[in-house]
């Protein structure tokens, strides 16, 4: 299912502090500041409209939250949120994820890394576009801190099947845990619009969750 028009917001707001392409990250990103504490932080690969981010963000000051989402126009979307709400503990990367984790991101400095109804891609000859491939799920495992956790939902059962089989495969990651689905207390109250949308169509969610554990 598409992705829905957006609605346009204030283009008078000031993005520069919530919106970033990877051109403008330095190598290691930690040193961009991005933020103006060195708390913990946790990224979510594929921010779409943002409701995850503002959420989170909003609910959990002591900690800093990244979004990264490849198409721009999305983007600047999250960003205008972000900046309609003074978050100074969350801002936006356009940019590929993949070529983010591979090439800015240190060794365990991660919290948590969410992955929220990636694009499936159908067709079995493009099944190689799905970013929860190999090569990503080991930079996963390779940034997130002792104790950090992974956060895989989707609504593709296939998708979902094949993606924990690969996590297990790959991967020293302890999982899946079950992630128990919560009750909404009011009409937002999603992890993400694409979550909200499947659950009031009767869809089912597929959720799971994985932990890095120390090793001796």
Same mark, same amino acid.
């Given at each position: ?12 707001? $000031? ?87 591979? $090439? ?53 059962? $296939? ?51 994985? $932990? ?5």
């Amino acid at each position: 299912m598409g992705r829905r028009a957006l609605r346009i917001k204030d283009p008078l707001l $000031e993005l520069d502090s919530y919106l970033k392409t990877l051109d403008e990250l330095s190598n290691p990103w930690e040193n961009t500041g991005l933020w103006d504490s060195a708390n913990p932080v946790e990224i979510e690969v594929g921010s779409g409209k943002g409701m995850f981010l503002v959420r989170v963000a909003t609910e959990n000051p002591d900690f800093n939250f990244l979004g990264v989402e490849v198409a721009a126009k999305y983007a600047r979307f999250t960003a205008s949120r972000l900046a309609r709400a003074k978050l100074s503990n969350a801002c936006v990367i356009h940019g590929d994820a993949q070529r983010l984790f591979a $090439e800015f991101i240190s060794s365990a400095s991660v919290r948590s890394v969410h992955v929220y109804f990636p694009d499936p891609w159908w067709k079995k000859r493009h099944r190689n576009r799905r970013v929860m491939n190999e090569r990503f799920l080991m930079d996963i495992q390779r940034v997130l801190m002792d104790g950090g956790q992974l956060n895989f939902w989707t609504d593709v059962a $296939e998708y979902f099947q094949t993606t924990i089989a690969l996590i297990q495969r790959v991967t020293q990651l302890v999982g899946p845990h079950e992630v128990v689905e919560s009750v909404p207390q009011h009409d937002l109250d999603y992890r993400t619009h694409f979550e909200r949308r499947m659950r009031l169509q009767g869809e089912p969610v597929y959720r799971s969750s994985f $932990e890095k554990v120390a090793t001796v």
